[in-house]
């Protein structure tokens, strides 16, 4: 019921809405109206100027972290399927974002993140495989600014990665990278139980 009441009373756009209805025709996932409602307010609250995408459904997160970042802010999305860029293109167009607000990397992302500035960017929203998870956090703190957040969609699998039983390549991988994540030094996790489960990693400020 609570999450029923906060899809349903969460501020919107047409662009939005139209991001959302395009994205289920193609079987994409996208970030829930509750996910969306915290990278708005991460954007926001880190005063983001530097934004990451890695998703198919960039238009729809990155709609979400537009929206409460500062004029000056710019989103990168990373996706290397072009049609799902053109899609958001669009989509950023039609919601008055100017090009410049916007870039597109049509490539896959363990294979652009080194080429993108260190500590830089505020916040990184970040769907892939659990395959790729540990890689692609390994690849994308050093690029976060202190006090930056990454948040990895669906990285809990909701919650098989606990059933000892499970066993196949993608679980094991998820509850691998749980682990790795664990264990990393001069970041802050939380797991919350927003979509499949999401890992938000908050780099520390240095004392």
Known sequence: MLREYIESTNPSSEALDQAIAEAKEVGLNTPDAMTGQLLQTLAATTAAQGLVAITPAADVAGLYMLAGASDKSVLTCIDPEPEHQQRAKAIFR???????????????????????????????????????????????????????????????????????????????????????????????????????GLTMITKCHKS
């Open 94 to 196: 039609s919601a008055g974002y100017p090009g410049q607000r916007v870039r597109f990397l049509p490539s896959r992302p363990l294979e652009v993140l080194g080429r993108l500035a260190k500590n830089s960017y505020q916040v990184i929203y970040a769907e892939v495989s659990p395959i790729d998870l540990s890689a692609l956090v390994d690849a994308a703190l050093p690029l976060l600014s202190e006090g930056g957040v990454l948040l990895l969609a669906d990285a809990l699998l909701d919650g098989t990665i606990s059933d000892s039983s499970r066993i196949d390549r993608d679980t094991l991988a998820a509850r691998e990278a749980d682990e790795h994540i664990l264990a990393l030094e001069g970041v802050v996790v939380a797991r919350l139980p927003l979509g499949a």
